[in-house]
């Protein structure tokens, strides 16, 4: 019995002129991201996608878990490709739909017929076809408004296809349709959160996490590899940008007031990352901040870190509830790496009492006394190590 995913698209479908663009994008992501369970071949007809195994034993099942993370896709439907002959349809429905129909109580057959030719109308598919499966499984009965199982028959230009019904997709825009920017990945709850959510709006990741060895372990930048890793199978490849930041920090730590050390580090992060942005083509900067949720997470330290950079700064989570934010962690499967207990370089030389509402002059005055902050920064980007985490992995670490 042949088989084949049908995907529809959502909002790409609003995008007029440009749908095309949106579509060929979510293909290329489609294609990647399928492509390591065997070969199939995809195209394009009355505004659906076909996705067809090119050869046997192909982990159906596995192929639309992994398009249900595809963004862009508003609906999958795996189903049976049948002749355009009412015996065949007759012949494959029962054998393709036998254990879901066996675990259903109620059914309802509808039928789409695109092709006006075929010989019989939506109506008579929907009647002849329901009868048949009432024969075949007698303790089924019919429920047109809230049946367990919608049989549907799609008679299309190609083939005829069967399929128990559609699946919701992620929805969303194709990663990549946005363009691209960087995330300011860290190691816990939030921003991989917030790098899912922007990957959503169709933004293609680069990633760039701060460490301060000997305070912050091989162990903890692992978790942040992995944490990566963990989100590629909705945002695609992720390159990893890690750097040091340790001279830095002890500076600070030697020379500004401590109550400054958050929003001082913050700033520093943001301009690293952006310096990185021009060498990645990234648009714009992510991070993982949601209001008041720390003190370096009110408006006024908000307003000194933004002063820091030119490109614009992403919060998707700005407005959120910590339980909210630790919802979607747990269902894109990032939660449990999260809060593994390890170092952060936010954590290193943290005041006992940071100030909540600085000033920018006063932050810009503490750089002052730092006396080659310049060079630090630079010294800290020449060495960054870069790491390529896709689905597959992540050279020299997740292999
Ligand atoms: P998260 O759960 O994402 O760590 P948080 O609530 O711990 O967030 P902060 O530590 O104040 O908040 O960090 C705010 C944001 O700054 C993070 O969401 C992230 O975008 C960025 N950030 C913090 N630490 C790092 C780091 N070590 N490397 C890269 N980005 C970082
Ligand atoms: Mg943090």
Redesign the pocket.
């Known amino acids: 019995m042949k088989e084949i995913i049908l995907l529809k698209d959502g909002e790409i479908a609003l995008k007029g002129l440009n749908r095309y663009a949106f579509e060929d994008t979510m293909i290329k992501n489609a294609k990647h991201r399928l492509s390591s369970l065997g070969r199939f071949r995809f195209y394009k007809a009355q505004s659906t996608i076909y996705i067809e195994p090119m050869e046997n034993g192909i982990d159906m099942e596995e192929a639309v878990n992994r398009l249900k993370k595809v963004f862009g896709i508003a609906a999958i439907c795996r189903a049976c490709v049948a002749e355009k002959s009412w015996d065949d349809i007759c012949r494959l429905a029962p054998a393709y739909l036998k254990d879901t129909l066996e675990d259903a109580s109620t059914f309802k057959v509808t039928a789409k017929r695109s092709d006006k030719k075929f010989p019989l109308d939506s109506p008579k598919i929907c009647a002849e076809l329901g009868g048949l499966l009432l024969e075949k499984f007698p303790h089924l009965r019919v429920d047109v408004k809230k049946p367990d199982v919608i049989v549907t028959v799609e008679i299309r230009d190609y083939a005829a296809y069967i399929h128990a019904g559609q699946i919701p997709g992620p929805g969303g825009m194709p990663v990549g349709s946005s363009g691209r920017a960087m995330?300011?990945?860290?190691?816990?709850?939030?921003?991989?959160?917030?790098g899912y959510r922007m990957a959503k709006r169709g933004l293609e990741l680069s990633?760039?996490?701060?460490?301060?060895p000997p305070y912050?372990s091989g162990r903890a930048k692992l978790k942040?590899i992995q944490l990566a890793h963990l989100m590629t199978p909705y945002c695609g490849k992720i390159k990893l940008h890690i750097v040091t930041l340790t001279k830095i920090q002890e500076q600070m730590r030697d020379c500004c007031p401590e109550d400054l050390f958050?929003v001082l580090l913050?700033r520093v992060?943001m301009e690293a990352?952006e310096h990185i942005s021009k060498e990645d083509s990234c648009l714009a900067l992510?991070?993982?901040?949601?209001l008041a949720?720390?003190a370096?997470?009110t408006v006024f330290a908000i307003a000194c870190t933004d002063a820091a950079v030119q490109l614009p700064v992403l919060r998707p989570?700005i407005g959120m509830d910590k339980e909210e934010i630790i919802r979607t962690a747990r269902n894109i499967g990032t939660f449990e790496t999260?809060i593994l207990p390890y170092e952060?370089?936010?954590?290193v030389f943290t005041p006992k009492h940071p100030k909540t509402k600085p000033s920018l002059q006063m932050v810009l005055d503490a750089e002052k006394l730092l006396p080659n902050r310049e060079e630090l920064l630079r010294e800290a980007l020449d060495s960054a190590e870069i790491v390529e985490v896709s689905m597959a992995g992540a050279k020299g670490y997740i292999e």
């Open positions: 995330l300011l990945l860290s190691g816990g709850i939030d921003s991989p959160v917030a990633a760039v996490h701060f460490v301060s912050t942040v958050t913050r992060m990352a992510i991070t993982g901040e949601s949720q720390v370096s997470q989570l999260s952060d370089c936010c954590t």
